[in-house]
C-alpha cells in the first residue's frame, strides 16, 4: 500500500491546449480524462464533442485555456467521411441496426452533381440518437425507449463538399460546416437524393477554428514520452482565440485592462479583439461605443505596485 502510495502524483496546474487526435471507438470524456491524467491537470476540457465512432482532433483545453474554449465551440469544422450507400441504419451511423438495403445504382457524375444541392445553409433534423435535449432529457433517451418527439430542423451552414474517392458502396467525401452540423444526418440526406439511402460508416475530424489535424498527436504518442515532451508539445493558450484581431496595450492601460477596468477605444469600433499586456496575451476584449471591456482574462496579469503594496 505505501509504494502505491508513493507512485501518485500530485495534479498540477498547466496551461496550455492540446491537439488530440482522438481514436474511434473512444468517447472524448474518456480521452479527455487519459489526456488529463498524463498531464496531471488539475483543470481539462475538450472543445466539441466527437462520437464515440469519430476519430481526429479534438483540442483539450488546460487550465486557463478553459477559458477561451468557446471561441472553437463556436468555429466551422472539416470532416472526411465515409458514407455507406445502399444501407440505412437506425442511428444514421454504422452503430446502429440495419433498417433497410436498396440497390445502388450511381455514378460518380451522379454524385458531383447532386452534392452542391447540400451547400450553404440548409436545413437539418437532429438525429433521434443525439444528445439534444428535450423537456429536459436527452434524445437518444427517448429513441431508446421507442418514444417519437418532435425534432424541429435547424438550419447550419455547410461550406464545401468534395468527392474525395467513389467505390461502390463507400463514398468519401470532404466537408466543410458550421458548428451544429450532423454529419450523419448530412449522410443520409444525400443517401436519400440519390434514392438508394445511406449512413455514415466513418467519420474524422480534420480541423476546426484554424487548427489542423497534422499538428494533433495520438494518445500512445503521448503515453510514450517523458512529462517535459508533453509539455513541450502543448500549444499556448491564445491559439484559441488566432482569428481575432490583436490589439497590443502597454504601461497602465495593460494593468488597467488586467483589472477589468474599460479603455477608450474608439478607433476600434464595434469588433471582440485578443489583447496583450506588455507582449503577454491577457484576454478576450470587446469593443462597442468607443469603449474596450474585458470579456475575458487571464488570471496570472501584472498588478500595480501600488496595489500589490497595500494587499501585502
Known amino acids: 500500500m505505501m509504494a502505491l502510495r508513493q507512485e501518485i502524483r500530485p495534479r498540477r496546474r498547466i496551461d496550455g491546449v492540446l491537439l488530440l487526435d482522438k481514436p474511434s471507438g473512444l468517447s472524448s470524456n474518456a480521452a479527455l480524462q487519459r489526456a488529463k491524467r498524463l498531464y496531471r491537470a488539475e483543470k481539462a476540457g475538450h472543445t466539441g464533442t466527437l462520437d464515440p465512432l469519430a476519430s481526429g482532433l479534438l483540442p483539450i483545453c488546460f487550465g486557463e485555456a478553459t477559458k477561451f474554449a468557446q471561441a472553437l465551440l463556436d468555429a466551422d469544422k472539416a470532416y472526411v467521411a465515409v458514407m455507406h450507400l445502399g444501407v440505412t441504419t437506425e442511428t444514421g451511423d454504422a452503430d446502429g441496426e440495419m433498417l433497410a438495403t436498396h440497390p445502388v445504382a450511381v455514378t460518380r457524375g451522379d454524385i458531383e452533381a447532386m452534392v452542391p444541392r447540400f451547400v450553404g445553409h440548409i436545413a437539418q433534423v437532429p438525429p433521434r440518437h443525439s444528445a439534444l435535449k428535450h423537456q429536459g432529457r436527452k434524445y437518444y433517451e427517448y429513441?431508446?425507449?421507442?418514444i417519437e418527439i418532435p425534432r424541429v430542423a435547424r438550419t447550419v451552414e455547410i461550406g464545401s463538399i468534395d468527392v474525395v474517392s467513389w467505390r461502390t458502396p463507400a463514398l468519401e467525401l470532404a466537408v466543410r460546416c458550421s458548428k451544429g452540423t450532423?454529419?450523419?444526418?448530412?449522410a443520409e440526406d444525400i443517401g436519400a437524393a440519390l434514392?438508394?439511402?445511406?449512413?455514415l460508416a466513418a467519420l474524422r475530424r480534420t480541423a476546426t477554428g484554424?487548427?489542423?489535424l497534422a499538428n494533433a498527436f495520438t494518445l500512445e504518442t503521448l503515453e510514450a514520452a517523458s512529462e517535459a515532451r508533453r509539455d513541450a508539445l502543448l500549444q499556448p493558450v491564445d491559439i484559441l482565440v488566432a482569428a481575432l484581431p490583436r490589439l497590443d496595450?502597454?504601461?497602465?492601460e495593460a494593468m488597467r485592462f488586467g483589472q477589468g477596468q474599460t479603455l477608450d477605444r474608439a478607433e476600434l469600433g464595434d469588433t471582440i479583439v485578443r489583447v496583450y499586456a506588455d507582449g503577454t496575451f491577457a484576454g478576450v476584449g470587446v469593443?462597442?461605443?468607443g469603449v474596450l471591456r474585458a470579456r475575458r482574462l487571464m488570471s496570472a496579469l501584472p498588478r500595480p505596485?501600488?496595489?500589490e503594496a497595500v494587499e501585502s
Open 195 to 199: 434514392g438508394c439511402g445511406a449512413h
Open 305 to 307: 505596485r501600488a496595489v
Open 210 to 212: 484554424g487548427l489542423e
Open 143 to 146: 429513441a431508446r425507449r421507442g
Open 249 to 252: 496595450l502597454r504601461g497602465v
Open 287 to 289: 469593443a462597442s461605443g
Open 182 to 186: 450532423y454529419i450523419r444526418t448530412l
